[in-house]
């Protein structure tokens, strides 16, 4: 197998043509021509990540976020970015990410929220030619209270906590949401009648919300790890008797952590 057989299956997925202008998905060390013996998927693309590969045999890393976001002027151990390269450069691992390609197909992140809340009828939130775009919307199987949905949706995000604006005194029928950072999207939720938006990373003045609207930030990295089984399941289909992992240490690669 070649590092370039296994970006191809993500891409077919997930086109590097669709990426945000300031992302940098794709693969980001090592060549396509490489052989590769193992696949191991991630979130981010951490040292610890590379040492997990490397313990069990596997030369490509894929992660939804990249590991270099804008040009590198040193590569040094003391920074995390730095290390990681040291140690996939060193140890001949070929690293790709499937970021905002994944975030704009509607399998990808958004899409997996919804499919996690049970949602139907889902679409596109923000949508661009093509029929790709940033973010979901759906319906509910049956209206929730405010607090019932809250309580669900932590449920379904395994949260210990949820941050939350003022309750509603309609029920919740319509769900917008964004995997990641997503509080740019709060006005095309609204515009689509959604009565809840669901993503992470909002900010304080966000959640002064309008009478009938909630904002709910599940946290960053609760939002969009579910990729991470998407590409697990892409991969295997296509290469079912491919040596291809999911990382041991996933549910706590989290950087945030919370203390209630």
């Not at 193992?38 to 693309?45: E, K, L, R, Y």
């Not at 959640?207 to 892409?234: A, C, Q, R, W």
Request: glycine share 10%; hydrophobic share 45%.
């Amino acid at each position: 197998m070649r590092v370039g057989e296994i970006a191809s299956v993500i891409e077919d997925f997930a086109p590097l043509s669709i990426q945000e202008e300031w992302d940098n998905s794709g693969l980001c060390i090592g060549s396509p021509e490489q052989d590769v013996h193992g696949v191991m998927i991630g979130f981010d693309c951490t040292p610890e990540l590379i040492d997990e590969a490397v313990a069990r045999d596997c030369d490509m890393v894929v992660t939804h976020h990249p590991l270099i976001f804008n040009g590198i002027r040193k590569i040094q151990p003391e920074d995390p970015v730095g290390l990681a390269v040291m140690k996939a450069v060193s140890a001949g691992v070929a690293v790709y990410a499937a970021h905002t390609t994944a975030d704009k197909v509607l399998d990808g992140v958004s899409g997996a929220m919804a499919r996690r809340l049970a949602l139907q009828h889902i679409r596109v939130l923000d949508e661009e030619e093509g029929g790709i775009g940033l973010g979901a919307v759906g319906v509910l199987p049956k209206p929730m209270a405010s607090d019932i949905f809250i309580e669900y949706v932590k449920e379904k995000f395994s949260l210990k906590l949820a941050r939350v604006s003022h309750p509603l005194d309609i029920p919740i029928v319509k769900v917008a949401m964004c995997g990641g950072s997503g509080s740019s999207l709060i006005g095309k939720a609204m515009e689509t009648g959604a009565q809840a938006y669901i993503c992470g990373d909002i900010s304080y003045h966000h959640f002064f919300t309008p009478k009938n609207f909630m904002v709910i930030d599940i946290g960053h990295f609760e939002g969009e790890v579910e990729i991470v089984n998407v590409l697990y399941s892409l991969i295997t289909k296509k290469f079912p008797t491919f040596a291809v992992q999911v990382s041991s240490k996933l549910a706590g690669s989290n950087p945030v952590k919370y203390y209630v």
